[in-house]
């Protein structure tokens, strides 16, 4: 039977790495993979880019604070 599941999305400031990208995603996955028990395979990791001057409106408002009821992290700052 092939998983397919579950999805995860990185956004972040520009400025690292293609290699800490990589990387980063690549611990995600495998950390996902192993605490919900779906093989690595099944785990897709995308890294979105937001400029500093769009992180308030595009993230932080809209999608962290709009979604504030399904998050199991909450963000250790305010906007």
């Known amino acids: 039977k092939e998983e397919h599941m579950p999805h ?9 790495s293609e290699e800490v990208k990589k990387a980063c995603a690549e611990r995600i996955a495998a950390d996902v993979a192993e605490t919900l028990g779906c093989p690595a395979t099944a785990v897709s990791v995308a890294i979105k880019e937001i400029p500093q001057d769009d992180w308030k409106e595009k993230v932080f408002d809209g999608q962290i ?15």
């Open 8 to 16: 995860v999305e990185i956004k972040c400031y520009p400025g690292r």
């Open 65 to 79: 604070m709009a979604d504030k009821d399904s998050l199991y992290v909450e963000p250790g700052y305010t906007c």
